[in-house]
T-cell receptor, first 114, second 116 residues
Framework: DQQVKQNSPSLSVQEGRISILNCDYTNSMFDYFLWYKKYPAEGPTFLISISSIKDKNEDGRFTVFLNKSAKHLSLHIVPSQPGDSAVYFCAATPGSSNTGKLIFGQGTTLQVKP | NAGVMQNPRHLVRRRGQEARLRCSPMKGHSHVYWYRQLPEEGLKFMVYLQKENIIDESGMPKERFSAEFPKEGPSILRIQQVVRGDSAAYFC??????????????FGSGTRLTVV
């Protein structure tokens, strides 16, 4: 039962353009969402998060949008840089939970071409 | 300020042997989480521990897997009688206290277990 889904296994964009990575979830109890970036042979690195009481959160080149009615979130990277090439995971949690347990999507591999 | 340290980075075990994976959390962090990433999949939660306590082990397979986080020393994930399906990357993360996922907790670089 995949509660968090990233339906695009890969995405390729040109340097300087916008990268849009998508994520869908099924569990309405999820109220906190995070994006992680992962390079090969390294652990995931936290990028940005959003609470369900918001619909947008911005940090530099990264913006996360949340559409609760559609149970959909997206990560926008503008402008994209070659160093952004990595695997991106979205993750969700019921914030009321005290276990800190994150439910991850399968990941999307982003390639930014110079 | 060292991050989350996992060792070994790579571990090869024959079927039936035991695997021990170690995780030293960041300084000052007393909460540890273990995740497993199978090939071509996302990370799957396994267990959440505080010092000397298992808080949530809902993601742990019922048999052969165990985890501990003693008062002194690293957290250990132990897999007995390994099988080929245990081959995966195992990641550990730590946080300073409960409920601090909102800024994302810090992951180690992982241990890649290969069962031959």
């Amino acid at each position: 039962d995949q509660q968090v889904k990233q339906n695009s296994p890969s995405l390729s964009v040109q340097e300087g353009r916008i990268s849009i990575l998508n994520c869908d979830y099924t569990n309405s109890m999820f109220d906190y969402f995070l994006w992680y970036k992962k390079y090969p042979a390294e652990g995931p690195t936290f990028l940005i998060s959003i609470s369900s009481i918001k619909d947008k959160n911005e940090d530099g080149r990264f913006t996360v949008f949340l559409n609760k009615s559609a149970k959909h979130l997206s990560l926008h990277i503008v402008p994209s840089q070659p160093g952004d090439s990595a695997v991106y995971f979205c993750a969700a949690t019921p914030g009321s939970s005290n276990t800190g347990k994150l439910i991850f999507g399968q990941g999307t591999t982003l390639q930014v071409k110079p | 300020n060292a991050g989350v340290m996992q060792n070994p980075r790579h571990l090869v075990r024959r079927r039936g042997q035991e695997a021990r994976l170690r995780c030293s959390p960041m300084k000052g962090h007393s909460h540890v989480y273990w995740y497993r990433q199978l090939p071509e999949e996302g990370l799957k939660f396994m267990v959440y521990l505080q010092k000397e306590n298992i808080i949530d082990e809902s993601g742990m397979p019922k048999e052969r897997f165990s985890a501990e986080f003693p008062k002194e020393g690293p957290s250990i994930l132990r897999i007995q009688q390994v099988v080929r399906g245990d081959s995966a990357a195992y990641f550990c993360a730590s946080s300073p206290r409960q409920g601090t996922i909102y800024n994302g907790y810090t992951f180690g670089s992982g241990t890649r277990l290969t069962v031959v």
